[in-house]
């Protein structure tokens, strides 16, 4: 109902004013969620960049669609349109650190392993504090099977925060655990958040 009434409240206010510039996000974010997302509903997704082609956030909310789409059920062209649209708000504006991120974790699901270390590891350049980027790419080197990155990783995650019991737990299974693919770190980015 928490999804359905949302859209149906939204579905009014946009009749009451038409010209909200997140019309077309969140009408799309609705649609995709309910699963009635057609060609029409393709053509909201793809037209949020083209109302602002030269602002990077336009590109960033397309890519974030794109990755709720790919996340409720659809197929691996969107995580594709996820990662082409997200390069592109990067392109715009190569300082917004958390885009990285996501562009990496995007990589990262689709098996580009090296991609998403790389803007990962940019994500922390520019943001070194930012914890959940060092969960993110703890979780890159655990796909790639890289015991040793994994764990110091999880240990710069751990400078951060040391009141976090749990790092100090994952620290030590990593470094006992004999494949570090089978540990399950916490981490990933909620389909929910739109930019």
């Not at 890519?63 to 969107?78: A, F, I």
């Not at 649209?85 to 580009?112: C, H, N, V, W």
Request: glycine share 8%.
């Amino acid at each position: 109902w928490y999804v359905y009434g949302g859209c149906r409240v939204f579905s009014w206010t946009l009749k009451l004013n038409p010209f909200q510039e997140l019309a077309p996000n969140y009408s799309a974010a609705c649609s995709i969620r309910l699963g009635v997302l057609s060609q029409e509903g393709q053509e909201k997704v793809t037209r949020i960049s083209r109302l602002h082609p030269k602002r990077s956030a336009a590109y960033a909310m397309e890519s974030n669609l794109e990755y709720y789409w790919y996340v409720y059920g659809g197929g691996t062209e969107h995580l594709a349109a996820a990662i082409e649209t997200m390069r592109q708000a990067i392109e715009l504006d190569p300082y917004f650190a958390r885009r990285y991120g996501r562009l990496g974790y995007y990589y990262l699901l689709s098996g580009k392993l090296d991609m998403a270390q790389e803007n990962m590891k940019m994500e922390l350049r520019m943001e070194p504090e930012y914890l959940p980027g060092w969960l993110l790419l703890a979780k890159s080197y655990q796909a790639a099977g890289d015991k040793s990155e994994v764990v110091a990783a999880l240990k710069k995650a751990f400078v951060l925060r040391p009141d976090l019991k749990e790092l100090k737990f994952l620290i030590a299974q990593a470094e006992s655990i004999g494949d570090i693919r089978q540990m399950v770190i916490p981490g990933g980015i909620s389909p929910e958040i739109l930019e």
